[in-house]
């Protein structure tokens, strides 16, 4: 018989069967509630026939062992054992079958959205926030690809020829402004944030995918690898899945939260369903490198904690004086996980669009439940559930299709920002 640790309490949602219909509306979620009741309430009359079955064998040993010691007949009673273990076998095997279904259907079931978040599609996300830094320009500004190629940074021809449409090859400075872009962001958050830096592998097996939400929902969107023993490893879609799963079935001490990572991972999505989405050069790619914020700590902390994330993130766009947006995701917007969420989007002249480059989420304990990530009271020795919070601090390549964007001149070359320039050697220009 399975545990399942999962954000929604099945007593929970037998409890508040509202509640959660209500979720799955604002979600835009196709949860087939009822069928799960239905299972759920099949499921609780299996284990009570289970529990009664194995009262009743206890009895029936109690009763032929009494039989024994009066030197009476016991075949009737053993008689009666045996077909109650027939029984009781019949029912295991037909639990066994249903669990698995019930099991499978309860991890799809999306978090509950905090109240401050609007209900709604993409239409009724919220812009809390706008910097506007656009640069002015006395000539028609270029697109990233135009520039890339100009100056010979990025080979997007041979980047599809050695693995497919949408897969990139960096060379010369381009590769050398990439490289930059994560050393600068990783020093940033641990010198000036108080983040520890990790080096998480980048191939993950399916319990670390399936705590942090991503299977099974999203299995299709992912990049898997056999192995020997008939198993799966995934490559990571965001150093928010090793990460996070640090600490997966174990249980902290109070004192050492709240805990802040973060890491560099290059990121594998085959992006289903993006048809019709922008496509071309950097802006929507199968692989790209990000550095990933992750928080752990206590739920009386979790929301001042993610806006602190967001600050964060935001910091790295100062400081390459680069024009954004803050929008607050709406219900039907929001990650599978996230009890709230800020997308981060940054403005690109070239192609005159804001571009998102970092989502900062509040899971709440939604991952920490399917994770069965805890932590011990020090002051009651109770053992409660962590807050886990993640954010892009940022996403590559389309940090660098600003950059190239916004600080190009009229010559097609590209100013370093400022705060890069040590990172590449001193160069001002490329």
């Not at 928010?240 to 594998?268: G, S």
């Not at 709440?364 to 892009?392: C, M, P, W």
């Amino acid at each position: 018989m399975s545990i399942i640790n999962t954000m929604l309490d099945p007593k929970f949602i037998r409890q508040n069967p509202d509640v959660v219909r209500k979720t799955l509306a604002s979600r835009n979620s196709k949860f087939d509630l009822d069928a799960f009741l239905a299972l759920d309430t099949k499921r609780l009359e299996l284990l009570k026939a289970v529990e009664d079955i194995a009262a009743a064998q206890n009895n029936i040993d109690k009763e032929i062992k009494a039989l024994l010691k009066d030197k009476q007949d016991p075949k009737p009673k053993i008689a009666q054992g045996k077909e109650l273990k027939v029984k009781l076998e019949s029912i295991k095997s037909e639990f066994t079958v249903l669990d698995k279904d019930w099991e499978d259907r309860l991890l799809r079931i999306p978090n509950i959205p905090h109240s401050d978040v609007p209900v709604g599609d993409p239409t009724h996300n919220k812009i809390v926030r706008t910097v506007d830094r656009k640069p002015s320009f006395d000539f028609k500004p270029l697109d990233h690809i135009a520039i890339a190629e100009k100056l010979d940074i990025v080979d997007f021809k041979r980047g599809t020829k050695l693995s497919g449409s949408n897969f990139i090859l960096f060379k010369g400075v381009g590769a050398q402004l990439e490289r930059a872009l994560i050393n600068f962001m990783l020093d940033l958050h641990t010198r000036e944030h108080g983040y520890t830096e990790v080096w998480p592998p980048k191939l993950v097996n399916a319990d670390s995918m399936r705590a942090t939400g991503q299977l099974p929902n999203f299995k299709d969107d992912m990049y898997s690898v056999p192995i020997e023993d008939a198993q799966e490893l995934y490559l990571i879609p965001t150093a928010e899945v090793p990460v996070t799963n640090i600490f997966r079935d174990e249980i902290l001490e109070e004192e050492k939260l709240p805990i802040f990572y973060t890491a560099y991972t290059p990121c594998f999505r085959k992006e289903a369903g993006s048809y019709g989405k922008d496509t071309k050069g950097l802006m929507r790619v199968h692989e790209f490198d990000k550095v990933e914020l992750v928080k752990f700590v206590k739920p009386e902390n979790s929301y001042d904690e993610h806006e602190k994330l967001l600050n964060d993130a935001l910091r790295v766009l100062d400081l390459l004086g680069l024009s954004y947006r803050i929008l607050l995701l709406a219900s039907g917007d929001m990650g599978f996980g996230a009890a709230k969420c800020y997308d981060i989007e940054i403005y690109c002249p070239g192609i005159d669009k804001w571009l998102e480059v970092s989502s900062c989420s509040n899971f709440e304990d939604f991952q920490a439940r399917r994770g069965n990530i805890r932590y011990r009271e020090k002051s009651t020795g109770k053992i409660k559930f962590v807050h886990t919070l993640n954010g892009s601090g940022v996403a590559l390549a389309r940090l660098v299709v600003a950059i190239l964007e916004n600080y190009q001149d009229k010559d097609g070359h590209v100013r370093v920002p400022e705060v890069l320039r040590g990172y590449l050697n001193g160069r001002e220009t490329i």
